[in-house]
């Protein structure tokens, strides 16, 4: 077993967890024993988004009692540490270096391996945490992989399990992704557009119950049958120009419904087109968006494959994902004990 505590402080979630990875042959069970996060969403929310800056002063403040907080959770003590697990990349430079530097100490402190971690390799493993009576997620490969967090839309072929990921994964199994604007940003724009609160993806996704989405046509991206890549731009012009034209009070609701509608049938359309061409037996849908409630429904309803999600406290971001993709690479040698020159990068290569 390897015992893998990790850190996560790309943007505005300071989260610590401790992860036990459970190897086995076929497959490898992370089992969360703690996860604490501090979200500054009522730091940032008076600025309408997050504010690179306040976002740093605020994981310095924060970092270490969650660290405290998921050891103490988990019942474990700082010995009892195998790995520690760190984003390094991509997200807010700031921010990432309050997490990567709180690391690096621990690291030198119990003269432990660190394990630097891609923030979209964590997003990709959360599907397979497990905790309490929860089973683990019956992926069957070749997956396809559809990854809608606030910064990236992107679809992934992913041909074995996460044990036997190697660095080159994300890389490797990108076969579609936005030319602009991420899924989350587009529902984060347009709930802007309707007086929501940052972040507006859950607002939207809210008003839009027992909305008609059919009431208002929205443009869908790159419609092309054989194109993977996503665009969101035309539908943020789109709904600026309709808020102006058409819309009233009394039809939030359906116009809400609408703008999801919009967003999610790009995301369906596209990842079932993804299957189609791979040959994909299954869909898995992780990063923020994910927990969308019409992306939910509409998925079970419409894939032939089976359409599985992470669970809901998984599918934001949290520090549970950090800690097992490092017990994944830690198991395969790739955590270090050479960390001391170690960075954050706000852009990343995947
Ligand atoms: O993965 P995530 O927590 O952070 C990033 O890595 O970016 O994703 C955050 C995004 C935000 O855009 C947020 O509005 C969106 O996920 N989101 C949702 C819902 N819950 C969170 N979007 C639509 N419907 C939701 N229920
Ligand atoms: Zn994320």
Redo the contacts with the bound molecule.
Sequence with gaps: MIRSIGIET??D?CSASIVELHLQDDTSRPVVRSLCTYSQIKEHRPFGGVVPEVASRNHLLQVQPVIEQALKDANYSYNDIDVISVTNRP?LIGALLVGVTAAKGLAYALKKPLAAVH??HG?LVSPFLLDGDRKNNDVTYPAIFLM?????TQIHVIHEPPHLWGASLLKDSLVGHSQDD????A??KT?KMLGYP?????Y???AAKGGNINAYKFPRGLPQKDNLNFSFSGLKTAVSLEIKKSFQESNRSDFAASV?NA?VDSLISKTLRAVDLHKAKSIVV??????????RSRFSVESSVPVLFPDLKY????AAMIAAAGAFMHAQGRSTMDYLHLNGHAVAEI
């Design positions: 790309s943007c979630e997200g923030h979209l997003h809608v967090s606030g910064g990236h991420a899924a989350g940003e529902f984060d709930a940052y972040p507006g993806g859950k939207l996704d809210e999801q967003i992780v990063g923020g968006v994910s927990a969308n409630s019409h992306l599918s934001t971001d949290q």
